[in-house]
Structure formats: structure tokens, C-alpha cells
């Protein structure tokens, strides 16, 4: 091999090595604070029609958070390390909102296709195996920030609101000879992504939830998973 070739060879090799450290300082990294609560207003059923039979579908590349004991990415931050305090304690005065879920934590944010969705599940769980919220959180970026969330409502229907959902005709419900069977269980879907700002605080409103969130850029990088 004459050195020309040679000095190719390693000029390229060279690039391999650098190429993903060059790659990774690319990424911005933010901080995430999401809080997520439940308005159990039976009211509020009265809005629109509901669908039945939704279940959480199943992602293979979705990240679940880990404990505040890591110091890694997709670690829940410490309950020292957020912001929306005020906002839980205002929101807990509401005799029908409830806190489903706070927390934070540390990614990096890349393009749409090769984002990974945020698992999170939290509230208590229900009779028939589900929990209060279940789902997903993407955040990418392209020209801007962008905020996906998948997650699912569930929730146990007292007689008033099952009164209020079985008086919807077009209900899709299993039909008998007495009419409409009851619902015991309504599980809704909020999917409505949002285009964000960092370092401001935006609401994603649904008749039955609403999500508070905040993304803060960051300098540093945390060790992956």
C-alpha cells in the first residue's frame, strides 16, 4: 500500500471515530416538565360524543422513565428540580380537577423519524386493570419544537355519568333487549400535538384533561440510557 492510499485510509477512519461525538454535540438537549390532570367534572361528559373500546397501543421504541435515583437521560428529576409547584397546588384546589401526573426529566431532541416516545403511566388503577393515565409523550424538532402527546384517560363512571353517556343514541355500545348496556369505564384519548416555544409555559386543553408543559434548553449533556 503506497502511502497515498494510506493516508486515506486513516484520514477516513479518523472520520468514523469523530463522526458520532460531532453527531451527538449536534443534538439539543432540554429539561421536560410535563403535569397532567383530570377534570372529573360529570358535566364535562356532556360536551361531545365519546368512543368506546380505545386500549394504549403498544410502541417497541418507547423509553419508560426512570426513577429520580439516575442521573441518566429519561430520569425523573427530583420533586426540588420543578417548576409548576404553584400550578399543582392551585390546580388541587378545584374540587374536580386532580393531579394525574408531574414530573420532569432530561432528553435529547432530534428529528421526527428518529424520535422515541416517553412511556408514562401513573394515577391509581382501576378495576379492570387499567390505570388513570396511560401513554406517551414525543417531543422532536425540525424548524421548530414539537410537543406529541398519545396518552389515555380512564375512568370509573359513577350513576350520574353513566346516565349522561347512555343518553347519547349514537352511542357505539352493545345493544339488548332492554336498550343500551351501561358503561362502567370511559377511557379517552388526547393526541392533539402542539408546535412549542422553549422557555415558555403552553396548556394543552381536552374536556376531560389538561396537560401543563415546559421545555428549558440545555447546555450540557446527560449520559444516556
Not at 454535540?25 to 358535566?43: K, M, R, T
Not at 423519524?113 to 386493570?129: C, D, T
Not at 424538532?141 to 402527546?149: A, E, I, N, S, T
Request: with cysteine.
Amino acid at each position: 500500500m503506497d502511502m497515498k492510499a494510506l493516508t486515506k485510509l486513516m484520514i477516513t477512519a479518523c472520520l468514523l471515530v469523530l463522526l458520532p461525538a460531532s453527531q451527538a454535540w449536534s443534538v439539543s438537549w432540554y429539561q421536560v416538565e410535563v403535569l397532567i390532570f383530570a377534570n372529573n367534572d360529570p358535566d364535562a361528559l356532556d360536551d361531545e360524543f365519546w368512543p368506546t373500546g380505545l386500549s394504549v397501543p403498544e410502541k417497541p421504541n418507547a423509553i419508560p422513565l426512570a426513577s429520580t435515583n439516575s442521573h441518566k437521560a429519561y430520569s425523573r428529576l427530583p420533586g426540588s428540580s420543578l417548576l409548576f409547584t404553584s400550578e399543582k397546588r392551585r390546580i388541587e384546589q378545584y374540587e374536580n380537577f386532580r393531579v394525574l401526573f408531574h414530573g420532569g426529566w432530561k432528553q435529547p431532541v432530534v428529528s421526527k423519524r428518529n424520535a422515541k416516545p416517553v412511556y408514562i403511566r401513573a394515577g391509581q388503577e382501576l378495576s379492570n386493570g387499567k390505570y388513570e393515565l396511560e401513554g406517551y409523550i414525543t417531543i422532536d424538532r425540525g424548524r421548530f419544537l414539537h410537543f406529541r402527546p398519545d396518552l389515555f384517560h380512564s375512568r370509573q363512571l359513577d350513576n350520574r355519568e353513566q346516565n349522561i353517556l347512555n343518553a347519547f343514541e349514537q352511542q357505539e355500545v352493545t345493544h339488548t333487549d332492554q336498550g343500551a348496556a351501561r358503561m362502567d369505564f370511559l377511557t379517552v384519548q388526547m393526541s392533539q400535538g402542539r408546535r412549542m416555544r422553549s422557555k415558555e409555559v403552553h396548556y394543552i386543553d381536552h374536556p376531560l384533561m389538561g396537560i401543563l408543559v415546559l421545555m428549558l434548553p440545555l447546555k450540557q449533556q446527560i449520559p444516556s440510557q
